[in-house]
């Protein structure tokens, strides 16, 4: 003869069924969020994803081609060409490039967008140089100035562990 039912047997089939019907819904309801917006796209290649305005993308205000002369701080500052393409992307975004020139020195590498200020009159990118004899990693704040004109901030740290500070001016276009 099979043991009797305590009331706390019956309620665990209960149990499971509410939690399968749930996920049978959550499944669902998914699926048709797939199936309108598409999967979500987790690629660093910038060119698949639509340009985001709302949701803390690269300003306007930013976009397009910069140059101009930044001074390395130090004992001996030294002064570089910088040369700065900026391109529609969100947070975590390739947001365009940079090359940095001076005599015996050619160092190119991309930017990318981490952070937009709250005004939207500052943009914060993280640099990696891919090519030449600079510092591999560092940080950029561009700040917009009057119009054409944004200055120029970077800092990163040396091969040698010191900290390493640049600024200038850049303008669109030059």
């Given at each position: 003869m099979p043991a009797p039912h305590s009331r706390s047997d019956r309620r665990i089939p209960l149990w499971a069924a509410v939690i399968t019907a749930l996920g049978a819904v959550?499944?669902?309801v998914l699926a048709a969020?797939?199936?309108?917006?598409?999967?979500?796209?987790?690629?660093?290649?910038?060119?698949?994803?639509?340009?985001?305005?709302?949701?803390?993308?690269?300003?306007?205000?930013?976009?397009?081609?910069?140059?101009?002369?930044?001074?390395?701080?130090?004992?001996?500052?030294?002064?570089?060409?910088?040369?700065?393409?900026?391109?529609?992307?969100?947070?975590g975004g390739e947001a365009?490039?940079?090359?940095y020139t001076a005599p015996g020195l050619l160092c190119?590498?991309?930017?990318?967008?981490?952070?937009?200020?709250?005004?939207?009159?500052?943009?914060?990118?993280?640099?990696?140089i891919r090519?030449?004899?600079?510092?591999?990693?560092?940080?950029i704040t561009l700040t917009a100035g009057a119009e054409r004109h944004v200055t120029f901030f970077y800092t990163g740290k040396k091969h040698d562990g010191t900290l390493q500070v640049v600024k200038g001016a850049l303008d669109k276009g030059a």
């Amino acid at each position: 003869m099979p043991a009797p039912h305590s009331r706390s047997d019956r309620r665990i089939p209960l149990w499971a069924a509410v939690i399968t019907a749930l996920g049978a819904v959550l499944g669902a309801v998914l699926a048709a969020l797939i199936g309108k917006y598409g999967l979500p796209s987790f690629s660093s290649d910038s060119s698949d994803r639509a340009p985001a305005r709302h949701d803390g993308g690269v300003p306007d205000a930013f976009l397009g081609q910069w140059r101009g002369d930044v001074t390395e701080e130090g004992v001996r500052p030294s002064v570089y060409a910088a040369a700065v393409s900026i391109t529609e992307a969100g947070p975590g975004g390739e947001a365009g490039s940079i090359e940095y020139t001076a005599p015996g020195l050619l160092c190119k590498g991309v930017l990318v967008l981490q952070e937009v200020g709250d005004d939207r009159r500052t943009i914060t990118l993280g640099e990696e140089i891919r090519t030449g004899r600079c510092v591999l990693r560092g940080r950029i704040t561009l700040t917009a100035g009057a119009e054409r004109h944004v200055t120029f901030f970077y800092t990163g740290k040396k091969h040698d562990g010191t900290l390493q500070v640049v600024k200038g001016a850049l303008d669109k276009g030059a």
